[in-house]
């Protein structure tokens, strides 16, 4: 082990390889794997992923479609080629397979009939007039119902193909539920629906398939994600890490702190997990074991920093966008709110990573080992131009889409003219195909997450669940009445704390099996009206449950940020999932704390700056107090009884009322006092 801290670690942009990087990512993040394709079926499928990305470009830039027509066009293309990029079968990621007549170009014939199926299917109901279609919906035509089934399966299927059978079968159950109403128990009950009525509702209206959720992609986020791929592409990224090594890479366990900064960086041009995970872990998870961490806490500590960049401003993922059109707020008081817990994200895992490099005695960067800022700011400072740009236009008041047109475009000019770092008119065409890859697999889960959204507009069980979360969270709450007097806490915040506790129970276990923007449309429909109904606001709510939703990335059996990392350090998934978890649990009560104390948000109706600074001091402090805990070190090493007493002062730390908080701080103040003058002792005999 001292052999390897001693070991040169060159943390700079020496050590990062893009073409790696992208191979990794497509080799851990089952998005945007494809099967092995020919020559001639490449040509095929890069050409319409290219064409699909120039449309989005094109569309951002001079002006959307009719709404239907524009979720039409982008559905048609990114179903067509899920099923002739995705195989049947995990055996068809294999070589490419003969040509023949059941192998046109190698791919099946029947994924060639659903492909072609597919686009007519989507196609059919944008091209209906619109005073017929308005006639129609309740009363389709048999074309319109056959249609409508077979684009149910084909879309269930290319679900399953691109992500997993979890969501299709959430949207299957959601299905049942809509189709055997009566035979539902107790308040679940209702009147139930024809196999007819349920597709007419799923595929002639905008509020299943063709709903919010896949326009949100069509018009948003492939537009970030695509300006992601590029500002990554002309060195942004690099820069990015260079600074982070600059900054963080001198103290205690150096490398870490860097994937903590470099995410956090990364995470505003990328709102992918697995691309974060990959492009900053490809430099710092090789420099972490070379110092000293494990393998599986390396890759862990780059999977739950890399989980931050969804909740990172600008980009966020697809949670912003969504929030949007469910909120119909600004999107810059959606990024605004989005500040806090981005930065209580990152500093949760900074404090059990700092711990544990402290009680394992890893050092820092030498100088010699660090970057050399100059020559990185030198090199890359025209890669900063496009997201300036995104974000002007976007602060100026135009639209998001306006702004990634402007940001994308800006990001080719500075590619093709940067003479440092420059981008041939060939890299722009990959950039084009690359970027439009992130697309199919979100696509296909965004639209069947309509279907599950459609069952709930079509049977009302979004305010049944509420109110069943509701009321068992009141009977719960009437219990612990019995035990905790009323002057520590009112019965009406103790329902809402058993609510919050059970709806982000259930975010857990949905992220086991779903990917994070998924999860978050379906909490957000099933779970966030409990909130709301105990007059939580609803950008509140959705904070929560998107929160939350969070932890799918890096909560096995999932977990593709943290299988991803794993990969790259050759360590254990599984045990590489469950650290990760356990280093994103330091923020856990980040949720409550901006629940209970919305100011944390920042543009809530209620924001003094009062409470916003009792908030935020008692959360930073609650943080701390949950790491050590489970880092079992603070100046020292913690000892049992010390645990205990932290994370009990840790809740009364977050907790909105001033006393809870005074109570927390006196709680820790002998632990801290311990730890000082044994710290103190340490050095001076260290010292003689």
């Known amino acids: 082990m001292a052999s390897s801290r001693d070991e040169k670690i060159r943390l700079s942009s020496e050590g990062y390889d893009e073409a790696k990087a992208r191979e990794l990512e497509e080799r ?21 992923l290219i064409i699909l990305s120039i449309f989005h470009y094109y569309t951002a830039g001079f002006g959307l479609l009719q709404e239907m027509v524009h979720r039409g066009i982008h559905l048609s293309f990114v179903l067509a080629l899920v099923f002739l990029v995705f195989p049947f079968t995990k055996s068809g990621y294999d070589a490419p397979q003969a040509n023949s007549l059941l192998r046109p170009l190698g791919i099946p014939v029947y994924d060639w009939i659903l492909a072609i199926g597919s686009v007519i299917a989507v196609a059919h109901v944008p091209l209906i007039p619109l005073d017929d279609l308005a006639f129609r919906i309740g009363n389709p035509t048999t074309t319109d119902v ?13 679900t399953r193909r691109s992500i997993g059978w979890p969501l299709p079968i959430i949207a299957l159950l959601f299905m049942a539920y809509a189709l055997f109403g009566p035979w539902m128990p107790g308040i679940l009950v209702h009147p139930g629906n024809s196999l007819g009525q349920l597709i007419d509702h799923l595929y002639m209206t905008t509020q299943g398939i063709y709903g919010i959720a896949l326009g949100v992609v069509a018009t948003y986020v492939f537009h970030f994600v695509l300006f992601g791929v590029f500002a990554t592409r002309i060195g942004l990224g690099q820069l990015f890490l260079d600074c982070a090594a600059w900054v963080a890479g001198r103290y205690a366990g150096g490398p870490a702190k860097v994937s903590i900064f ?29 110092l000293g961490y494990k393998r599986e806490f390396a890759a862990a500590v780059e999977a739950a920093s890399s989980t931050g960049g969804q909740v990172t401003p600008p980009i966020m993922g697809a949670a912003a966008f969504l929030m949007i059109e469910f909120l119909e707020l600004p999107y810059t008081t959606i990024i605004l709110a989005a500040i806090v817990p981005a930065f209580m994200h990152f500093f949760g895992v900074l404090m059990q990573v700092h711990f544990e490099a402290k009680r394992t005695g890893l050092r ?125 806490i009112s019965a009406s915040a103790l329902s809402l704390l058993f609510t919050l506790i059970m709806t982000g129970v259930v975010c857990i276990l949905m992220g086991c099996g779903i990917p994070t923007t998924a999860n978050y449309i379906i909490m957000v429909t099933i779970a966030a009206p409990a909130l709301v109904m105990l007059n939580v606001e609803p950008i509140v709510a959705h904070f ?14 999932v977990a593709l940020a943290a299988y991803a990392a794993a990969g790259m350090a050759a360590a254990d998934p599984f045990k590489t999932g469950n650290t990760a978890f356990r280093l994103g649990l330091g923020k856990a009560l980040v949720p409550f704390v901006f629940v209970f104390s919305p100011s944390l948000l920042l543009v809530t109706k209620d924001f003094t700056w009062s409470n916003f600074t009792l908030a935020f001091i008692g959360c930073t402090l609650g943080i701390v107090c949950l790491g050590a805990a489970l880092s079992r070190y603070m100046l020292v090493r913690t000892k049992a009884w010390e645990n205990v007493v932290l994370v009990i002062a840790a809740f009364l730390l977050v907790a909105p009322e001033i006393y809870s908080t005074v109570i927390g701080a006196i709680m820790i103040t002998p632990i801290v006092l311990r730890h000082v003058a044994t710290a103190v002792a340490e050095r001076r005999t260290s010292a003689t």
């Open 364 to 488: 820092g960067l030498r100088p010699d080992e660090m970057p050399d800022i100059a020559a990185a700011l030198k090199r890359d400072w025209p890669t900063v131009i496009p997201l300036a740009v995104l974000l002007w236009v976007l602060l100026s008041g135009y639209t998001p889409y306006l702004a990634a047109f402007w940001g994308i475009t800006a990001c080719i000019a500075v590619g093709l003219l940067n003479p440092r770092r420059r981008m041939t008119i060939g890299e722009v065409f990959l950039c084009l195909r690359d970027g439009a890859k992130y697309a199919l697999a979100i696509g296909a889960a965004a639209a069947t997450v309509g279907i599950v959204i459609g069952v709930v507009t079509l049977t009302g069980v979004g305010f049944k669940v509420s109110f069943i979360v509701t009321s068992t969270a009141a009977e719960l709450a009437n219990f612990a009445g019995y035990i905790l007097p009323a002057s520590i």
């Open 28 to 48: 851990f993040d089952s998005e945007i794997r494809f099967r092995s394709l020919g020559k001639s079926a490449g040509w095929i499928v890069g050409t319409l």
């Open 544 to 557: 929560f449950v998107f929160y939350y939703g969070l932890l799918a990335d890096i909560t096995p059996p």
């Open 262 to 290: 470099g995410s956090a960086l990364f995470g505003m041009i990328s709102g992918s997990s697995v691309a974060n995970a990959v492009t900053v872990g490809s430099l710092t998870i090789p420099a972490m074991i070379k």
């Open 146 to 158: 056959v249609l409508g089934g077979f684009l149910i399966v084909a879309l269930l299927e290319a």
